[in-house]
């Protein structure tokens, strides 16, 4: 079974599909799954998500890990758990969901918008950091962050990220992101995600290259 760090090592940038059907999930997946996405999270406000969320666990198997976000409420870390999803996605931190995914083994990457916020998030077990809304937070402001944040949890910006502005947060210390509606959108089709993906995918790729040089 892929475990965080694999599959984090593997592509570290989370698929949002927020809106998504039970019915769509699987084509969406494969799309993803082909680009090299390895991270898929379907909000718990999305049209029956734990259906989704179950659809999902049982056709991507060993070759992803799939959960919940916008987790708001302890009880639904359950449900999640249950349909097979293993990632519990906040935007905010709440320590009783913490303290819940914690207890049952499972990757939990609270929202957090200042230094404060991302160390209690840190004791509460959180596996990575959702810096949440990133189009608030700039890459200096990243940057300021990550220079007193340890390197052990991960801090991915999630909000309005698109190929082109994934280099300014990375070369500030950024390790992934959260991709939502530059990457999926309800009703596109699933060719236009195959698309989206592989930009994303390019766009790491080339800075990592870059990086290295």
Known sequence: ????????????????????KPQEVIPVADALLEAGFRLIEVPLNSPDPLESIRRLAAHVGDDGLVGAGTVTAPDRVADVEQAGGRLIIAPNLDPRIASEATVRGLIYGPGVGTVSEAFTAIEFGADFLKLFP????????????????PETTPLLPVGGITPATMAGYLEAGAR???LGGALYQPGIANTEVARRARAFIEAHASWAATAKQ
């Open 134 to 149: 990133a189009e608030a937070i700039s890459p200096a402001a990243v940057k300021a962050m990550c220079a007193v944040l």
């Open 176 to 178: 992934g992101f959260g």
């Open 1 to 20: 079974m892929l475990n965080w760090q694999q599959a984090f090592d593997a592509c570290p940038l989370i698929a949002i599909l927020r809106g998504i």
